[in-house]
């Protein structure tokens, strides 16, 4: 997300939403992989189900935001690359401003195969979220637990699906959580839970609070507990690293999505142990109800089985 300056005050959050207790989910009825590549070769070669060649976009839009919540004194921008296959939707975001005008028409009319090698990797993710969205969508029969955010202010929704997201962490009180991609509610949620946390955002800067961002995700790592991170590592390049870093240290590894929001589920049990899926539409678009839908692997720490 790109930073919005702060303004000159900043007015105290109110306490956090409460959350429903999740079930767990023992297990996910669909195939989770070791590797991102691994599963995107199985995509390839059709092993999923359909045939991805057969599978055209009919529809590519970005979404563009600029967001600073009531009470809040700094802001942020995002940006979504969004493909529609079928009923279904596939996103990635990206910095804002870096996708090339062009994107769009690549998109358009094309088949999935042909998108999992274009050269621009959010369209990549995003095809391949689409894809594994149409094949397995957010039910509890694919091993999601749907969680409903309450209508409210844009602030109000934040902090519910803050609540959801911190809530997949099992730690005690004390122990210190890497977060890649600051989120402001997610940061309030976690000190809420008597945690503590290192920020991580690969532009730098500050916390509503003040707090620096460090920019080395995995350096940031060795120095924690368990890492919280966001979807858009998908697009970035910077998933792998984080999940192998888990996997090998026995860490938890808890995503929250609106990025990859289908892809990430495949890797619980390999490095993954929670996630936190949003597909579109993403609840800063209307002050309605939505839902969000939860995932945890069998094995934990760090998402092994």
């Known amino acids: 997300m790109t930073a919005v300056p702060p303004a000159t005050t900043a007015t105290p959050v109110a306490a956090m939403t409460p959350v429903p207790a999740m079930t767990p989910v023992d ?8 590797t991102y590549d691994g599963l995107v070769d199985r995509v390839r070669a059709g092993a999923l189900g359909t045939d991805p060649r057969t599978l055209r976009i009919a529809v590519a839009f970005t979404t563009r935001q600029a967001v600073r919540h009531d009470g809040r004194g700094t802001g942020y921008r995002n940006e979504v690359l ?12 990206v910095e804002p401003g870096a996708l090339p005008d062009g994107a769009l028409d690549d998109c358009v009319g094309a088949d999935v195969a042909r ?3 274009h050269p621009l990797p959010p369209v990549r993710v995003a095809a391949l979220d689409a894809y594994l969205t149409h094949l397995t969508p957010h039910t509890p029969a694919n091993g999601a637990h749907p969680v ?6 844009s602030l109000e929704k934040s902090r519910a699906r803050a609540g959801a997201v911190a809530g997949l962490l099992d730690l005690p009180a004390g122990t210190t959580v890497l977060v890649v991609g600051v989120v402001n509610s997610l940061l309030e949620a976690l000190r809420s839970r008597g945690l503590g946390y290192v920020p991580c955002d690969l532009k730098g800067g500050t916390t509503e ?11 940031g ?3 924690c507990d368990a ?52 597909p579109y539409p993403f609840f800063w678009l209307d002050g309605g109800p939505g839902v969000i839908h939860r995932y945890r692997s069998a094995g934990r720490p760090g998402g092994e089985r």
Not at 27 to 34: G, N, R, S
């Open 27 to 34: 297990a996910v009825p669909h195939e989770t992989y070791e």
């Open 221 to 223: 790592s060795a120095r």
């Open 227 to 278: 890492l919280l991170v966001s979807g858009m590592t998908l697009g970035n390049g910077t998933f792998e690293p984080l999940r192998e870093h888990a996997l090998r240290h026995g860490k938890q590894l808890v995503m929250f999505a609106q990025t990859g929001s289908a892809v990430l589920p495949r890797f619980l049990g390999h490095g993954v142990s929670a996630v936190c899926a949003e």
């Open 82 to 93: 969004s493909l529609r296959l079928a009923e279904a939707v596939g996103s990635c975001a």
């Open 209 to 219: 609070w003040g707090e620096p961002v460090v920019t080395d995700a995995l350096a």
């Open 148 to 153: 409903p955010l309450p209508a409210g202010s």
């Open 115 to 117: 998108l999992l090698d």
